[in-house]
């Protein structure tokens, strides 16, 4: 009987010890969050699809690298639509969403916007190479004549060069809101002469006119850009995310630190666009 009792007890004994081992294994698990991520998928080279159907571009490339820094969590990638991005994060459906995104007012009620930027957009003039001589920023721009084709008030570009105008009145241009012009009406008119410059991100120059096969290559060689400054891009959190986003700050300031942001920039844009934000 005895042995019987000891034998009941060793098993009793195994039994606590093997569930406690499944407890903790089960927490260790579970104490991983998974964060799921929307990006774009044709935003070259902020994000994309690579040849090899794998989420790629420069903020997926950070967002990789902030992942093995928070080892909490474990990021999922999902690439998608501008719109589905916008109302899955609004919504919940992803945990962050990140497509080269500028911080409005109304974004602002509607998303978690962490304390530092991912990237940046690169924000200048398109002028005729013939003038480039003369016009090398905003305000010799201003002095030679300011005329720059109009920009939809609710447009964000609208706002950044009405700044610049608060900021220098002397050189202020000449700045019209007006309908939501497309790239090609602004390559055109600036082409023809009907005004001076045209607002543009220089990713979109480079796409638009510079490529090969670009729909505007025929104005290569007579358009110019000349680069204004740098506008910080942002991953937007869901509103319920407010502790994921200090996380990422932790570990965003970690990879500015040790150059990693910069290594990755040069090897997606060619150069680092983090120095046009200083």
């Known amino acids: 009987m005895k042995n019987r009792f000891f034998r009941n007890a060793v098993l009793v ?65 999902t690439p998608t639509s501008d719109d589905d991005l916008l109302i899955g994060v609004l919504q919940g459906k992803y945990d962050v969403g990140t497509k080269g995104i500028w911080i409005t007012e109304e974004r602002r009620k509607k998303y978690v916007f962490p304390e530092n930027p991912i990237a940046a957009s690169i924000i200048g003039i398109v002028i005729r190479t013939e003038t480039a001589d003369v016009i090398k920023d905003l305000p010799s721009f201003a002095k030679y004549s300011g005329k720059l084709v109009p920009i939809g008030a609710a447009n964000a570009q609208y706002t950044v060069i009405d700044e610049y105008n608060k900021a220098n009145p002397n050189d202020a241009v000449k700045l019209i809101a007006g309908d939501s ?44 850009f000349i680069p204004y400054k740098g506008i910080p891009t942002w ?44």
């Open 13 to 77: 004994l195994v039994s606590v010890i093997l569930g406690l081992g499944f407890v903790s294994c089960k927490k260790e698990s579970g104490g991983v969050k998974k964060i799921h991520v929307a990006h774009t998928n044709n935003y070259k080279p902020y994000d994309f699809i690579n040849d090899h159907g794998a989420s790629d571009g420069y903020e997926v490339a950070v967002l990789k690298e902030i992942d093995k820094l928070l080892p909490e969590y474990e990021f999922e990638y």
């Open 235 to 278: 991953p937007i959190f869901n509103i319920r995310n407010k502790k994921f986003a200090e996380d990422y700050d932790r570990a965003i300031l970690q990879l500015k630190e040790n150059g990693t942001l910069s290594k990755l920039a040069v090897e997606y844009f060619g150069e680092d666009v983090s120095e046009f934000l200083k």
């Open 181 to 224: 012009f497309g790239a090609s009406d602004g390559y055109v008119w600036v082409n023809e002469g009907r005004y001076d410059a045209h607002v543009d991100i220089k990713l979109s120059f480079e796409n638009n006119v510079l490529k090969d096969g670009a729909p505007y290559s025929a104005y290569r060689d007579s358009l110019t």
